[in-house]
């Protein structure tokens, strides 16, 4: 139910006096409210939930997050394992 | 997509689980609270990759679950009120009521809609305004700005046939009644990161520091969960009981102060009862007296609704992680996803609905 969904504005309009943007989903576009994210600019990545969206996606935040991980020597090794289903 | 694959990476997944087995020493159980984590897990069968001495108890955090049967009595009775447009989130149509579902009351021929977003609800009011609608509003605070949102601009617009029904609820109170239990089993919490984008995490340090117990706030990707488990494990083994947000790409401390505005303007903090849990105080949502004409039980008085629950259900042990649905009798024999005896098989993020399609 508190599922939200990652995508990309590509174009920020009006509508009966709500900020909405056109948001791409690999591919599937959906015309979503930002007035939660005012400050979200084409380009950016926001988080849907319900036809809202409700943050920006912190682009360095997220790279801190993987990074963290892939620069531990370990990974390396284990890339070359099977993978799992 | 971006922000998806990566954080399902099989390699990043191995690695965190080994980080995990050389973190543990002792037993510990943790608690993912939202139900959109549980599937994750089951999903992904990430419990394949944690050690034995780790135990996920899965949380109460599905809000169609916890809906009271009351209130889907309610839906139903005023979907089938002629001129009445009852539109809602596509899974509330199959949970059954005392006397059916909305999916029955619309093949009686009561207009249910199923939509994406409350405003699709507020365009089909717009649309038809000879009929009443009713949006039926379900969810925790990740959903309730939203609502908030449709009600709000209904206002602006001057709409006078728009309502909503409303089951909202909130995730700090049904943590600290988890905890409050004397069979509680909590060790720590895999925080509910959506919710927190929207509310921050200043409840959840009040959660922690009143209960000793360390709080996650975690995503819904295998990594997220993974890493806010290793997380977690870190502060059990030191003894150490704090917040730490995972998920910081889409959540920081204050949340999200533009959707709070709206929410605390539109919504008053209000007693709630949860199916399975009963009524925990200042659990939930109502509409704030300036909103009060928009309520669909003040404009649709429905007159008190007995319901009975059945005995042989146990969600309310498996709401609060003590049991598993493996642990109750009735699970996949006399209740299935098709003809569930109780919340946590109503919806496909209840643990026994999650269980049944991952598990059986």
Known sequence: MCLAVPGQVEDIFERDGLHMATVNFGGVRKSVCISYTPDAVIRDYVLVHVGFAISVIDEEEARRTLAALDLTDELNELRTEAPIE | MKYVDEFRSPERARLLSRQIAQTVTKPWKIMEVCGGQTHTILQYGLESLLPDQIELLHGPGCPVCVTPLELIDKAVA????????????????????????????????????????????????????????????????????ANAMAVYHAKKLGLTNFFLLCSHVTVPPVMAAVLRAPDNQVDGFLGPGHVCSIMGWHEYQELSLQFKVPIVISGFEPIDLLEGILRCVHQLEEGSSYVENQYARAVCSEGNKHAQTILLDVFQVSERKWRGLGNIPGSGYRLSEAYREFDAEVHFPVATIVTRESPNCISGEILRGVKKPFQCTAFGTSCTPEHPLGATMVSSEGTCATYYKFRK
């Open chain 2, 78 to 145: 005023i979907a089938r009120i002629p001129g009445v447009i009852m539109c809602s989130f596509g899974d509330m149509l199959r949970v059954p009521g005392s006397d059916g579902d909305l999916l029955g009351a619309k093949a009686d021929g009561a207009d249910v809609r199923t939509v994406y977003s409350p405003l699709d609800a507020l365009t089909v009011a717009r649309k038809h305004q000879d009929r009443q609608v009713v949006f039926f509003a379900v969810g925790f605070e990740t959903t309730a700005p």
